[in-house]
């Protein structure tokens, strides 16, 4: 479908060497705190040439078709995106996913500024060839993937988009505390909080935890499984860890319309209980969460906390799949 273009919005993020600077107020203080500290200054000056090599590039192809202009990822939850805009995003994967929920299912062209830096699974083109993908774009004949998003609607009537995953849990190094239902059950938990993830974040945070249950599962195996368990009936042996009883990692197709929660570190005590730890959110199996945290509840998502939703006592959110896509232009 074609999509009428005036404009293109550039999304940064700032580089390393610029968020020095601005710690310590001057370049020439930066460089003598990273190599005083035993590092090298170089590396970072390299990859900030290299990125504003990469910008600037950009936008001398951008301006030949479309007004430009350029924002920093901070300035994302406040800015209002037209109908007629393209968004090119410049940086790594984790920019893509910051910019998605905000632009309305515009489409997305997302570039990878320094190649030997980044991995850019979310970044299909690098500023020598994305030129063409961009001609398409503006006559309405690109290729494009749709990845599901995840939603999260407060009682309150807020609501927040994910497109990696959520956070739900407390603001600092405390226990969460509230009530969770799915497939009907329900139960009351204290962890570290619950992570719900798409299908375009299940390799990421999602991932890290199936690695730490089956790095768990490795720490604690017998090491001499006959000197440990000769006294424990066939029938019970089941209960140590074998090589094909490991958890393997849960991978959704980014388009797939669920996703898959986990509760992070589940402690059973008198008030908590530990049978609700994991499953798929469908249209017909919900995730619902009722807050008891008194404070520092919160919600956020993709790693951006500075539009994070309060999770305290009396919010209940539920969390599902959004009627809202993300647009990744491809090559």
């Known amino acids: 479908?074609?999509?009428?273009?005036?404009?293109?919005?550039?999304?940064?993020?700032?580089?390393?060497?610029?968020?020095?600077?601005?710690?310590?107020?001057?370049?020439?203080?930066?460089?003598?705190?990273?190599?005083?500290?035993?590092?090298?200054?170089?590396?970072?000056?390299i990859e900030h040439d290299n990125f504003y090599r990469s910008l600037d590039t950009v936008r001398e192809n951008l301006a030949q078709y479309l007004k430009t202009k350029v924002i920093e990822r901070s300035f994302l939850p406040s800015f209002i995106f037209s109908d007629n805009d393209l968004i090119c995003v410049i940086g790594q994967d984790g920019l893509v996913a910051n910019t998605a929920k905000y632009v309305n299912s515009l489409p997305i062209l997302a570039?990878?500024?320094?190649?030997?830096?980044?991995?850019?699974?979310?970044?299909?083109?690098?500023?020598?060839?994305?030129?063409?993908?961009?001609?398409?774009?503006?006559?309405?004949?690109?290729?494009?993937?749709?990845?599901?998003m995840a939603e999260a609607s407060l009682n309150d009537g807020q609501k927040l988009l994910a497109f990696n995953d959520f956070f739900i849990g407390p603001s600092s190094h405390t226990s969460a505390r509230y009530k969770i239902t799915h497939n009907q059950s329900s139960e009351d938990q204290s962890s570290s909080g619950i992570i719900v993830s798409t299908g375009a974040g299940s390799t990421g945070w999602l991932s890290s935890l199936f690695n730490m249950a089956n790095s768990m599962s490795n720490c604690f195996r017998p090491k001499t499984k006959t000197s440990k368990i000769s006294s424990i009936s066939k029938s019970s042996k089941s209960s140590f860890f074998d090589d094909d009883e490991k958890i393997p990692p849960q991978r959704l197709d980014w388009s797939a319309k669920e996703l898959i929660f986990v509760v992070r570190e589940p402690f059973r005590?008198?008030?908590?209980?530990?049978?609700i730890t994991a499953g798929y959110v469908q249209k017909n199996l919900p995730l619902q969460i009722e807050s008891y945290m008194p404070d520092q509840g919160i919600i956020f998502s993709d790693g951006i906390e500075a539009d994070a939703l309060k999770f305290n006592s009396g919010s209940i959110v539920k969390i599902g799949v959004a009627k809202e896509t993300a647009t990744l232009v491809l090559p």
């Open 1 to 45: 479908m074609k999509h009428l273009v005036e404009n293109a919005i550039i999304v940064r993020n700032k580089t390393r060497l610029e968020l020095l600077i601005e710690r310590f107020n001057s370049k020439a203080q930066a460089k003598f705190y990273i190599e005083r500290s035993g590092s090298t200054f170089n590396e970072y000056q």
């Open 111 to 148: 570039i990878n500024p320094d190649s030997l830096r980044y991995d850019g699974v979310l970044l299909p083109f690098v500023p020598d060839n994305f030129h063409q993908a961009l001609v398409k774009v503006l006559t309405g004949s690109y290729n494009s993937k749709k990845i599901t």
């Open 269 to 275: 005590s008198k008030y908590s209980q530990v049978n």
